[in-house]
T-cell receptor, first 110, second 114 residues
Framework: GQSLEQPSEVTAVEGAIVQINCTYQTSGFYGLSWYQQHDGGAPTFLSYNALDGLEETGRFSSFLSRSDSYGYLLLQELQMKDSASYFCAVRLTGGFKTIFGAGTRLFVKA | DADVTQTPRNRITKTGKRIMLECSQTKGHDRMYWYRQDPGLGLRLIYYSFDVKDINKGEISDGYSVSRQAQAKFSLSLESAIPNQTALYFC?????????????FGEGSRLTVL
C-alpha cells in the first residue's frame, strides 16, 4: 500500500531551526508537498518538490530524495505563529489523487 | 468570500440519519475532493472528481457517496450515519494545469454522529 510516515510531535524554541521528516512508501508519485494547518483552520499549501534537492521559500525549505524515499520540511527563524500541524503529501501517478501523512504537530516555545 | 465554501460548518445528528455536506467553489477548478480528518490520522481521501462526469473512490469510501452536480459543486452524503463517521470533513479543489497539484481547502464541516 501507500503510506507516509511523520513524527507526531516536534517542539522547538523561538528563533531556532526545526526539521520535520517524512518517509514514504508509494508505487509512484509526481512530487512531495507540504501543507500547514493551524488549529481550527484549513490546510494551506507550503511547498512542492518534484525533483530531488532543496526548494526554498522564505523561511521554509523542503527537500526530497527519491532514492531514499525521504523528504523533510525545514523551518528557520521559528516564530510563535509557526506553531501548527504540518502534513507531507504525495500526488500519486495512478489516478492523480493526493494522499497525506498523519501530520506533525509543531510546538514553538518562547 | 471564501473561494471554497462548505455547508454546514457544524452538524450534530443521530445514528441512522442521512446527512449531506455541500461544497461549492468559485476558483473555476475542474478537480474536487472530499477528505476526512481525524486526530492522529491526518487527512484521508474519501472521493474525488476530475469533472462532472468523473467520480472516483478514495481511500475510505465505504459508507459515503458523492454527487458532482456542476463543475462548481460537489456534495458528500452519508446515507445512514454512524458514530465512527464523527470527524472533520474538508472539501478541496485543484487546477489540472497546476504542476504542483496544490489543493485549496474549504473551512471544514464538523460532523458529530450521536
Amino acid at each position: 500500500g501507500q503510506s507516509l510516515e511523520q513524527p507526531s510531535e516536534v517542539t522547538a524554541v523561538e528563533g531556532a531551526i526545526v526539521q520535520i521528516n517524512c518517509t514514504y512508501q508509494t508505487s509512484g508519485f509526481y512530487g512531495l508537498s507540504w501543507y500547514q494547518q493551524h488549529d481550527g483552520g484549513a490546510p494551506t499549501f507550503l511547498s512542492y518538490n518534484a525533483l530531488d534537492g532543496l526548494e526554498e521559500t522564505g523561511r521554509f525549505s523542503s527537500f526530497l530524495s527519491r532514492s531514499d524515499s525521504y523528504g523533510y520540511l525545514l523551518l528557520q527563524e521559528l516564530q510563535m505563529k509557526d506553531s501548527a500541524s504540518y502534513f507531507c503529501a504525495v500526488r500519486l501517478t495512478g489516478g492523480f489523487k493526493t494522499i497525506f501523512g498523519a501530520g506533525t504537530r509543531l510546538f514553538v516555545k518562547a | 468570500d471564501a473561494d471554497v465554501t462548505q455547508t454546514p460548518r457544524n452538524r450534530i445528528t443521530k445514528t441512522g440519519k442521512r446527512i449531506m455536506l455541500e461544497c461549492s467553489q468559485t476558483k473555476g477548478h475542474d478537480r474536487m475532493y472530499w477528505y476526512r480528518q481525524d486526530p492522529g490520522l491526518g487527512l484521508r481521501l474519501i472521493y474525488y472528481s476530475f469533472d462532472v462526469k468523473d467520480i472516483n473512490k478514495g481511500e475510505i469510501s465505504d459508507g459515503y457517496s458523492v454527487s458532482r452536480q456542476a463543475q462548481a459543486k460537489f456534495s458528500l452524503s452519508l446515507e445512514s450515519a454512524i458514530p465512527n463517521q464523527t470527524a472533520l470533513y474538508f472539501c478541496a479543489t485543484s487546477d489540472y494545469q497546476q504542476v504542483t497539484g496544490e489543493l485549496f481547502f474549504g473551512e471544514g464541516s464538523r460532523l458529530t454522529v450521536l
